[in-house]
């Protein structure tokens, strides 16, 4: 890996870092370059301003946060050998997208989904990731659909963008955990997605 990237990939790895530990508005462009070990100059060699450098680090977080789970769940899914192992396995690879401890991710998705918003660049990133995702989970559900396991009056992306946005929804319980009945929510959750599904 050349210096080039090395270093660009310490300034954003130290920016998330900042970001995950107090949001965007504690980024500061002098303690990003102090932690990636290098000048402050040479954070603009690389972005253009403060902006553009936290941007790249919320795109990155975004990304991440679903390739974790994506890799995971293909390589599960692709060695099913019948529909009710099929079955078996989205509940089992829900089951650990919805523990508690994954939570971080839901909210990293919702912070950057809210940055999207006002920014064109990162609005473009996201809708990049989220086509990617669903067409890389598209292609499990089509090929469970040639084998008679899903329904197939469902379209295969559209069905993978909704159960993204259903994983992202149990970020509003979470919000308030000493007023939500969380169990509930997964419960009902998990019956649609298997209503859907199966």
């Known amino acids: 890996m050349s210096t080039v990237l090395d270093t660009r990939s310490r300034l954003i790895e130290a920016t998330i870092e900042a970001i995950a530990a107090g949001g965007e508005g504690s980024v500061r462009v002098h303690n990003i370059a102090e932690q990636a070990e290098v000048r402050e100059p040479s954070v603009y ?3 253009k301003n403060r ?4 941007e790249a680090a919320q795109a990155e977080r975004y990304r991440r946060s679903y390739y974790e789970m994506i890799l995971p769940f ?3 899914a692709s060695g099913a050998t019948s529909k009710q192992e099929f079955l078996d396995i989205i509940l089992q690879i829900f089951s650990v ?3 508690q401890d994954r939570a971080t991710s839901r909210s990293t998705r919702i912070n950057v989904l ?6 064109k660049f990162l609005s473009q990133v996201v809708a990049d990731v989220n086509y990617e995702i669903s067409q ?3 292609e499990v559900f ?3 659909q040639e084998k008679g396991w899903v329904r197939t009056s469902i379209d295969a992306q559209m069905l993978s963008l909704w159960l993204m946005g259903q994983v992202n929804s149990r970020n509003l319980p979470e919000m308030d955990l000493e007023r939500s009945r969380i169990e509930e929510w997964d419960k009902i959750s998990l019956d649609a997605v298997m209503t859907f599904i199966g």
């Open 45 to 47: 060699h690389f972005f």
């Open 51 to 54: 902006k553009e450098l936290v």
């Open 74 to 76: 293909k390589a599960m």
């Open 97 to 99: 997208m919805y523990q």
């Open 114 to 119: 809210g940055s999207a918003q006002t920014s």
């Open 136 to 138: 890389a989970l598209a």
């Open 142 to 144: 089509a090929e469970a």
